[in-house]
């Protein structure tokens, strides 16, 4: 993963799911690896780091 790549930060503090923009779907989260994938939602406290393409 190249340093440089821009990053997105996305934290839920809220009672319901937030949904994952589709526009970062493809995109690989920083914390786990895995691809961030269209409809993939947060529970309250989790967040996600996403590397995104240029």
Not at 9 to 18: M, P, S, V
Not at 35 to 43: A, E, I, N, Q
Request: aromatic share 6%; glycine share 6%; net charge negative.
């Amino acid at each position: 993963m190249d340093t440089n790549s821009p990053r997105f930060t996305r934290r839920d503090f809220k009672e319901e799911e937030l949904e994952i923009p589709s526009c970062l779907a493809g995109n690989t989260d920083v914390l786990t690896g895995e691809p961030v994938r269209s409809g993939d939602t947060l529970s309250k406290y989790d967040v996600k780091i996403i590397c995104t393409k240029e």
